[in-house]
C-alpha cells in the first residue's frame, strides 16, 4: 500500500453547458488527508470541479476517479454518503431540529435510533455547539454561524472519508468567519479528512489549505503549495497575492 | 318563519347532496391531482401539456362543461355522477398547479444538499420536498373547494341535485326567498371549509 493514497484523481475532465466549456482539461490528484483548496474568482469553475466529485454532475469528457473507481461506476447514492458536503448556503432542512439534521445520513443507513442520538450529541460538541442547548432548537432559530457548525457536523455524520466544501464561511461576517476558520482548522488536523475546499478569499486559502489550485477559466493556472503559491509569477496568482498583501498591510 | 317550516327539511336534504357532491369530487381531484403534481415536477417535458390541459378546462364556461358531460358513454348522463365528473375537472387545476409550485418552489440549496448527502429521488421527495410544500399544495385544495361549493350550485341544471335546486326554481318562478334559501347555506359552506382548511394550512406552513 502506498504511503499516500489517491483519494480523487481526475484524468482529462471537461463538463460543457451547452456549447460552453465550464471546466477543461482538469488533470490532478488529491492525496488521503490532504486539504486542497480550490482558488479563484466567481465562475472560474471551482463550483463545477467540486460537484464532479461527488456525481452532482458527470464529467462530458475524461474520467474522475474516487477511491480508484471512476465516479461513472459507483452507485450516485452510496458514492455521495461516503462523500461529506457543505454548501455556503448551508441547505439545513428547516423542518428538521438540529439532532434530525445532522442525524440524516446514519437514518438513511440504517443506523439504530439510539447509536444515531450518541452520534449526533457527539458531534454537537466537536464543533462547539452544547447539545442541551441546540439538539431541540430548529435551523430558523440559529445564527448563521451556529448554522453552519450544523452543516459541518451534518457532513461528518456518518465519518465519511471525505469532505467537499464550497465556500462553507462565505456568508458569515468577517469576525464570525475567521473564527470558523480558526476551529476548523484544528478540526482538520484532529480528523485527517481527505478535504476540497471551494473559496474566492485567498485569506481563507493560506489559512486552511495544504495546496492551493487557483482556476482561471475552467482550468487550473497555479497547483502549489502555499509556500510555493506565493513565489507564482502567473498575473493571476500576483493578482490574488496583491489583495493578500493589501490585506495584510 | 312560515318558509323554514316548509323548506327546512329540504334545504337538509339539499345541502347534504351539495355536501355529498363536493366532497366525493375533492377526494378524487386530490387523488388525481396531487401525483399528477408530482409527476410533472419530475418530468419537466408533461408539465406544459398537463397545466395547459387542466388550464384549458377551466376556461370554459362551467354550465358548458356540464352541459357537454351529458352525452358522453360511461361517465355522462343524467344525474350525480356526471356532475361529479365534472367538478373533478374544475377542482384539478389549482390542486396540479400548487402542488407543482410547492415543490419547484422548495429551495434549490435544500434540495441540492439533500442530493448531496445521498438521498434517493423518493427520500427527498417524501422527507423534505413534501413536507416543505404541505402548506401550498393545501391551498390548492381549500381553493378547489371553496370554487367546487359555488360550482356545484349548477349540477342541479343536469338534474344532480343539491342547493342549485332553489336557485334553479327561485330563478323560474322569479321567487328571491327560494333563491336565498339555496345561496345562503352554499355561502356558509364554503366559508365553513375556507376558514377550516385556512387553519389546517396555517398549522401546516413552515414558520420562518
Known amino acids: 500500500m502506498d504511503v499516500m493514497p489517491i483519494a480523487v484523481e481526475f484524468q482529462q475532465v471537461a463538463y460543457y453547458l451547452g456549447q460552453r466549456s465550464l471546466v477543461l482539461n482538469l488533470n490532478f490528484r488529491i492525496e488521503s488527508g490532504e486539504t486542497l483548496v480550490l482558488l479563484g474568482r466567481s465562475g472560474c469553475g471551482k463550483t463545477t470541479t467540486l460537484r464532479l466529485i461527488n456525481r452532482l454532475l458527470t464529467p462530458a469528457q475524461g474520467e474522475v476517479r474516487v477511491e480508484g473507481i471512476s465516479t461513472c461506476e459507483w452507485n450516485p ?3 455521495r454518503r461516503r462523500i461529506g458536503y457543505v454548501i455556503q448556503e448551508v441547505g439545513l432542512f428547516p423542518h428538521f431540529t438540529i439532532e434530525r439534521n445532522i442525524g440524516v445520513v446514519p437514518s438513511l443507513q440504517k443506523w439504530e435510533p439510539s447509536q444515531i442520538k450518541k452520534r449526533v450529541l457527539a458531534l454537537l460538541e466537536l464543533v462547539g455547539l452544547e447539545p442541551d ?12 454561524g451556529q448554522r453552519q457548525r450544523v452543516g459541518v457536523a451534518r457532513a461528518l455524520a456518518a465519518d465519511p472519508p471525505i469532505l467537499l466544501m464550497d465556500e462553507p464561511f462565505g456568508a458569515l461576517d468577517p469576525i464570525t468567519r475567521v473564527e470558523l476558520q480558526q476551529e476548523f482548522r484544528q478540526l482538520q488536523q484532529r480528523l485527517g ?18 495546496r492551493i489550485g487557483l482556476m482561471q477559466a475552467g482550468e487550473f493556472v497555479v497547483m502549489a503549495t502555499p509556500e510555493e503559491f506565493v513565489k507564482s509569477t502567473h498575473p493571476e496568482a500576483q493578482a490574488f497575492l496583491r489583495v493578500r498583501g493589501e490585506w495584510n498591510s | 318563519m312560515e318558509f323554514l317550516n316548509r323548506y327546512g327539511e329540504e334545504i337538509l336534504q339539499r345541502s347534504g347532496q351539495h355536501l355529498f357532491l363536493v366532497f366525493t369530487s375533492i377526494a378524487i381531484a386530490v387523488l388525481i391531482g396531487i401525483p399528477l403534481g408530482i409527476l410533472i415536477t419530475r418530468k419537466p417535458a408533461l408539465s406544459r401539456p398537463v397545466l395547459g390541459f387542466a388550464n384549458a378546462i377551466q ?3 362551467s354550465l358548458a362543461i356540464f352541459g357537454f358531460l351529458i352525452p358522453v358513454p360511461f361517465i ?12 373533478i375537472l374544475y377542482s384539478l387545476l389549482p390542486i396540479i398547479r400548487n402542488t407543482y409550485l410547492g415543490i419547484m418552489g422548495v429551495d434549490p440549496a435544500i434540495r441540492e444538499a439533500g442530493m448531496g448527502l445521498g438521498m434517493t429521488d423518493r427520500q427527498l421527495l417524501l422527507q423534505v420536498e413534501i413536507p416543505l410544500a404541505l402548506g401550498v399544495i393545501l391551498g390548492g385544495v381549500r381553493l378547489a373547494t371553496v370554487i367546487g361549493v359555488g360550482l356545484a350550485t349548477i349540477a342541479a341544471a343536469i338534474g344532480a341535485g343539491g342547493l342549485g335546486e332553489f336557485i334553479f326554481r327561485g330563478v323560474a318562478v322569479v321567487d328571491s326567498q327560494l333563491i336565498l334559501a339555496g345561496a345562503i347555506p352554499a355561502a356558509i359552506m364554503a366559508l365553513t371549509a375556507d376558514f377550516a382548511l385556512g387553519l389546517v394550512e396555517r398549522r401546516l406552513t413552515l414558520k420562518k
Request: no cysteine; hydrophobic share 45%; charged share 15%.
Open chain 1, 77 to 79: 447514492i452510496q458514492l
Open chain 1, 133 to 144: 442547548r441546540f439538539a431541540q432548537r430548529y435551523p430558523h432559530e440559529l445564527s448563521g
Open chain 2, 59 to 61: 376556461t370554459m364556461p
Open chain 2, 76 to 87: 355522462g348522463g343524467i344525474g350525480a355522477r356526471t356532475a361529479i365528473v365534472a367538478l
Open chain 1, 193 to 210: 479528512k481527505t478535504i476540497v475546499f471551494v473559496t474566492h478569499d485567498i485569506q481563507e486559502a493560506f489559512t486552511l489549505g495544504s
